[in-house]
């Protein structure tokens, strides 16, 4: 039975749901939960009882796709079957069938209305995100889903930016079970797992590819993931100053937000037009109270032999400073007061990216994320941008405010 030894998110949710989304990286094992959740709703206790579903709708990509992978594939319908409960495939229709009568209908993504008219008791959609008109094609499933006393879909992607899978997912009748190529590893081969990490790993590519996490970017962000990930590095060059930057907390509790602690280099050699910046760690924490930050921002320094601790003192004021030095009373600390609100503060270091002087190494996920979601009307998203709002501490004092005083006009002595 696949349920004895399946993964983790390869097992269907208990509880009243109408769609399973199975969101995971390449080789995850998406596929194989897919045909197996098939079988479950086709199959009774013999191979010739009546099962939950009689009618099923597959739906790939493409109709290839769907054959190929969800039918014939290695993790498919037929591969999965044992010989008695193995339905025969009808290539004339695009339908398999069942010893006991259970049909599923193979339908193309691409092809919408090809949904308009039958009607299902169960549907299994193959890699959503990458239909060529998603948003049509699943609307017509859905007023076809309608046949039994509760109808049923899977939904089995490597996620995309993709309007229509973002508002499945935040449906209340949707649950979600998500995972990383790294999860089913033990059935993957070792140089395949080996190559993608050093390619891909701590990459935007990586993240959704592999980590199979949904990179959503906010319309009109200061900043964009592909953006990002072309100015990304793997060979820092000496660098001239290090800082990290802290951005505190209001409060010192479990619901509190997260402690922003950034470090960030730059070489200022030169002319300010030619100085660089390199975002090298998010070390951002979860702060349950000021300490758990404020050693978090020590040990920062102390891994990169950072210069000194910068940190945005509005809420906190001198404590901010008298928490660190409880810890370490030599650490180099230079205090800052925010006076303009965030996203002003963040627009002249998102035109610093604009200009390619700021790259990023990588594993800095987390960070990106909040990154994209900052407009020039302010953060679109729940809860505070810490960490986004560390970097911008870390870059203003790197870039920004030496700039300034270096491209002061001088005043001649008389």
Not at 72 to 87: K, T
Not at 226 to 252: N, Q
Not at 279 to 299: F, H, I, M, N, R
Not at 390 to 398: K, N, P, R
Request: proline letters at 6%; glycine letters at 8%.
């Amino acid at each position: 039975m696949f349920e004895a030894w399946a993964l983790d998110h390869q097992v269907p949710p208990k509880g009243d749901w109408r769609t399973w989304v199975i969101m995971g990286g390449r080789g995850a094992g998406k596929t194989r939960a897919g045909a197996e959740w098939v079988r479950t709703q086709v199959e009774g206790a013999k191979p010739l009882d009546k099962g939950r579903a009689k009618r099923v709708a597959l739906i790939g990509e493409t109709y290839d796709q769907a054959r190929e992978v969800m039918v014939f594939g290695d993790s498919g319908i037929l591969a999965c079957s044992p010989p008695d409960r193995r339905p025969k495939w009808v290539a004339t229709r695009r339908a398999l069938v069942w010893p006991n009568g259970a049909e599923a209908m193979v339908f193309s993504g691409s092809d919408g209305e090809a949904l308009r008219g039958p009607q299902f008791d169960a549907a299994w959609v193959d890699e959503l995100a990458k239909w060529k008109d998603p948003r049509g094609a699943w609307d017509m499933l859905q007023f076809g889903l309608r046949l039994g006393d509760d109808p049923r879909q899977v939904v089995t992607t490597t996620p995309r930016n993709v309007d229509v899978l973002k508002d499945i997912i935040a449906a209340p009748s949707t649950v979600m079970t998500q995972a990383c190529t790294q999860t089913n590893a033990a059935n993957l081969a070792q140089s395949f797992l080996e190559e993608v990490r050093v390619r891909y790993a701590g990459t935007r590519l990586g993240r959704q590819e592999l980590d199979g996490v949904l990179l959503d970017e906010e319309e009109g962000a200061l900043w964009s993931l592909a953006k990002l990930d072309a100015g990304r590095v793997d060979d820092i060059p000496e660098l001239d100053r290090i800082v990290v930057a802290v951005d505190p907390p209001v409060t010192g509790h479990k619901g509190s937000d997260e402690c922003g602690v950034v470090v960030v280099g730059a070489v200022t050699r030169g002319e300010p037009r030619n100085w660089r910046a390199f975002v090298l760690e998010d070390a951002s924490v979860s702060a349950a109270s000021p300490t758990v930050w404020a050693q978090a921002a020590l040990d920062a320094r102390a891994r990169w032999d950072a210069d000194k601790i910068v940190a945005e003192v509005n809420q906190g004021g001198d404590m901010v400073e008298t928490v660190l030095r409880q810890i370490d009373p030599m650490v180099p600390f230079k205090a800052v007061r925010a006076t303009r609100g965030k996203a002003a503060r963040a627009e002249p270091v998102a035109a610093l990216y604009d200009q390619g002087r700021v790259a990023h190494t990588r594993n800095l996920g987390a960070l990106e994320d909040q990154m994209v979601k900052m407009t020039a009307q302010g953060f679109q998203a729940s809860g505070s941008p810490d960490r986004l709002d560390a970097l911008v501490w870390a870059v203003h004092d790197l870039m920004i405010a030496p700039a300034a005083v270096a491209m002061r006009p001088k005043i001649r002595s008389l």
